[in-house]
């Protein structure tokens, strides 16, 4: 009716309410310890081989599945939060991180007869990141949380998830201008330094996060560019790799000197997740991005060294089998590289795969209808 049309534009023209804070003590509130440190197992209680575990997301289940990649059965389902958005595995590779979308981090012990969660904690209103500590002297000491509501970023202690540290994002742009939700994106460990390095997807800025001493937090900034998402390493993990997809770049960051090396002009819309390393036999070692805006896979140089006419290029585009991919992927055992395209509005390109032989990327790609 008129009156209805007339109260829903008034409705729609309200400023909407500000979400509420999380901090310290409402996190510390939901902080649960469910098996305590003494109570777990001293050895491995099962007979699986935890270096080939999958950690599947159940999405609307709020549910993740363990499946033994040996016999390609699932070992155990384990009730989580809705929509976990990633896993983590520990650097001793006994535990699984896995946090939702609705803020919820559990952590899950793979030494049990079947996977137990352990400990849980809500870490914000809403988060995409987990990661461990790897650097040596700090294996699985501190596990790292991003959060996009409130933007912030929290270390917790690796054995039991107590809240430990919280760091807000809340700042001054690339550009300049202030920003009040600069959101966590990816975050990696660094192998060789007790750093995190924290992707703020705003505010277009590389944070890696000194956690030697959490009392006297040390952080160094790097500019790069809008809006940072998803990134991870080259072959030789010193450098870090991140899709600016606002920007359709890829910024370059120097783990070992802690500085920016390079942006790199990609496609439409860059969304590599982690990426995915490639031998390549004209280029030398590459790193590869998928694109949510463009049909093609694009390889960068990654070794100044030995390729120093290469390195932080685009060397090649690969024709994907269609536009709106999210990931690529390798395996050190395997001769492949596979990309999807799950955004596209096309059903059998959304459930396909293309497969590249990683010896020879001019063959034509394998198509699988998943």
Known sequence: SKDQVDMMARYLLNEPASPPEFGMKEMKATWKVTVPVDQRPTRKMNNVNLNNIFSVTLRDAGEVALIDGDTKQI???VKTGYA???SRL???GRYIHVVGRDGRLDMIDLWFEKPTVVATVK???ETRSVETSKAKGFEDKYVIVGSYWPPQYTILDGMTLEPLKNVSTRGVTVDGDYHQEPRVASIVASTTKPEFLVSVKETGMVKMVDYSDL???RETTINTAKFLHDGGYDATKRYFLVAANASNKVAVV?????KFTALVDTAKIPHPGRGANIEH???GPVWATSHLGADVITLIGTDPEKHPQHAWKVVQELKNHGANSLFVKTHPKSKHFWADAPQNPDKDLAESVAVW????????KAVLNV
């Open 254 to 258: 120097d783990v070992k000197e802690g």
């Open 75 to 77: 070992w155990g389902i």
């Open 90 to 92: 520990s650097l001793s």
């Open 357 to 364: 032989d990683m010896a020879d990327l001019s063959k034509p």
């Open 281 to 283: 036999p004209k280029y």
């Open 123 to 125: 870490a914000g209103m």
């Open 215 to 217: 009392t006297n937090l």
């Open 84 to 86: 976990v958005h990633i």
